[in-house]
């Protein structure tokens, strides 16, 4: 039976069925629903982001959005709110639609299982990859799994996950649970919401903080995605997207190889301009600093690791990744 009492509040379908998103969405609260009920949730849910109008909400809140952004796309098969998710990396949504779509999100990402455009693009990946995984670690195994996927439509869609969570650090479900005893102790004061969070991480791996080992390699393999595509790095690409270096290399950051035209840019330019003249300074600190992430880890820097497999292995089999422990560049 429905726990009624829990929205006894809520007059119509989506409102209720919007309260019950917003107890499954807390820990603390989820548990009072009971598995029938989270299942039918969830078939509502999907349904609710198929089309927009199935959420009265939501397509209240949006559709001034939707009318302005996403013109000439037609409700259904969740086109309009990508569209909205899309546009909300940009950060063209208005507070109010921005808001409620936040909290779709973060509800989709706790559990890929309502998000529908995932559900339908990735059908076959799910089915077959993914099939024995639990449903709140879906999405981390699609994404793992993602060069290995023959579905575009599907990889095209994980792309857009991964630049969500990169844009706001509770959509980062991954990244989240493997730092969740790292948080208090490092980035107590830190807000989740957007990147500060995800700044802070980060910093505290590069100082050599006493990280947990699984912080640690989730913060890795998050900076070895931002080196296959720099978008995923919201810090870089707010601060250098109107800029040469990240218009020439990100072409080349699509394909694995990043950082070597970044390396190679700033030493091309830096041989006749001055460096405030090759990059504003925000683009410029950010453009440090993801030199200096792949400097630390040479998994980070694809033509390196591919022309130094065999010595890494021979002469630094046992030692760790990460900080520049094992670069064969460092000795010798």
């Given at each position: ?17 919007n309260?019950?998103a ?19 949730l ?15 909400g ?14 000439g796309?037609?409700p ?29 999100e ?7 299982e ?10 076959t ?9 639990k ?24 792309t ?42 980060k ?28 978008r ?25 190889d990043?950082?070597?035209?970044l ?9 006749v ?17 993801i030199m200096?992430?792949g400097?630390?880890d ?9 022309q130094?497999?065999?010595d890494?292995h ?14 064969p560049?460092?000795?010798?």
């Amino acid at each position: 039976a429905l726990p009624i009492s829990l929205c006894q509040d809520a007059k119509s379908r989506s409102d209720v069925l919007n309260c019950f998103a917003d107890h499954f969405r807390n820990k603390k609260t989820r548990s009072s629903i009971s598995v029938p009920c989270k299942d039918v949730l969830k078939i509502a849910l999907l349904e609710m982001n198929e089309n927009i109008k199935h959420d009265s909400g939501f397509f209240s809140a949006c559709r001034d959005d939707s009318q302005k952004l996403c013109a000439g796309i037609e409700p259904g098969e969740g086109k309009i709110i990508e569209c909205l998710r899309k546009q909300g990396t940009e950060g063209k949504l208005s507070a109010k639609c921005m808001k409620l779509l936040e909290e779709k999100e973060e509800l989709e990402m706790n559990d890929p299982e309502v998000d529908y455009a995932l559900q339908r693009s990735c059908s076959t990946a799910i089915a077959t990859t993914c099939k024995r995984v639990k449903p709140a670690a879906l999405l981390e195994c699609l994404i793992k799994n993602k060069p290995l996927l023959d579905d575009i439509i599907c990889q095209r869609l994980l792309t857009e996950r991964q630049i969500e969570a990169g844009e706001d650090f509770r959509l980062d479900s991954y990244l989240r649970e493997s730092c969740l005893k790292d948080i208090p102790k490092f980035c107590r004061d830190i807000p989740l919401k957007g990147t500060e969070m995800i700044k802070c991480l980060k910093e505290k791996f590069d100082t050599h903080k006493p990280l947990t080992p699984s912080c640690s390699k989730a913060i890795q393999q998050r900076e070895r995605q931002v080196m296959d595509n720099p978008r995923l790095d919201a810090a870089l690409y707010h601060a250098c997207k109107s800029e040469e270096v990240l218009k020439e290399c990100s072409e080349g950051g699509m394909n694995g190889d990043f950082l070597s035209c970044l390396k190679s840019f700033w030493l091309e330019k830096k041989k006749v301009k001055k460096v405030k003249d090759i990059a504003s300074t925000k683009c410029v600190k950010e453009l440090s600093r993801i030199m200096r992430e792949g400097v630390a880890d040479v998994h980070n820097d694809p033509l390196l690791f591919q022309q130094c497999a065999l010595d890494l292995h021979k002469y630094c089999a046992d030692v760790p990744f990460g900080s520049g422990k094992s670069r064969p560049d460092r000795e010798g």
